[in-house]
């Protein structure tokens, strides 16, 4: 579970500060749209924010493997990579919005969904 909280820690921490500093790139290698908006920049900044506060916390969490807090950090991390796969790949499907890092962040989000799953069934055989 340490690994996987400090893999999510780097990785979401990283775009979040990616998107705080400039939204459009990001969103435009994710996405393969523009982000050209007052509005869409602001939601983009809101967004980076709530990633690097995700970052901070798995990193914060990363010690406490045994906590029922470093449970539901892991159950939240599980529901959060699922629902970015799962809206991502509407967005690449449905909406035909894609960029270079839309399938592989799919992919990504994917296999941390399952590594979480993973570390929940192991902690659950454990308590």
Same mark, same amino acid.
């Given at each position: 579970?340490?690994?996987?909280?400090?893999?999510?820690?780097?990785?979401?921490?990283?775009?979040?500060?990616?998107?705080?500093? *400039?939204?459009?790139?990001?969103?435009?290698?994710?996405?393969?749209? *523009?982000?050209?908006?007052?509005?869409?920049?602001?939601?983009?900044?809101? #967004?980076? #924010?709530?990633?690097?506060?995700?970052?901070?916390?798995?990193?914060?969490?990363?010690?406490?493997?045994?906590?029922?807090? #470093?449970?539901?950090?892991?159950?939240?991390?599980?529901?959060?990579?699922?629902?970015?796969?799962?809206?991502?790949?509407?967005?690449?499907?449905?909406?035909?919005? #894609?960029?270079?890092?839309?399938?592989?962040?799919?992919?990504?989000?994917?296999?941390?969904?399952?590594?979480?799953?993973a570390c929940l069934r192991t902690?659950?055989?454990?308590?």
């Amino acid at each position: 579970m340490r690994t996987l909280l400090i893999v999510t820690a780097v990785i979401e921490a990283a775009t979040g500060v990616a998107l705080l500093l *400039s939204p459009p790139l990001p969103v435009s290698l994710l996405l393969g749209a *523009s982000l050209d908006t007052p509005t869409g920049l602001v939601v983009g900044r809101v #967004a980076g #924010a709530a990633l690097l506060s995700l970052g901070i916390a798995c990193w914060l969490a990363r010690n406490d493997e045994q906590s029922r807090a #470093a449970t539901g950090l892991i159950a939240a991390m599980l529901l959060y990579n699922t629902a970015v796969a799962a809206v991502l790949v509407y967005a690449g499907i449905g909406l035909r919005l #894609a960029g270079v890092g839309t399938w592989p962040a799919v992919l990504l989000h994917a296999a941390l969904a399952v590594w979480c799953l993973a570390c929940l069934r192991t902690m659950r055989v454990n308590w």
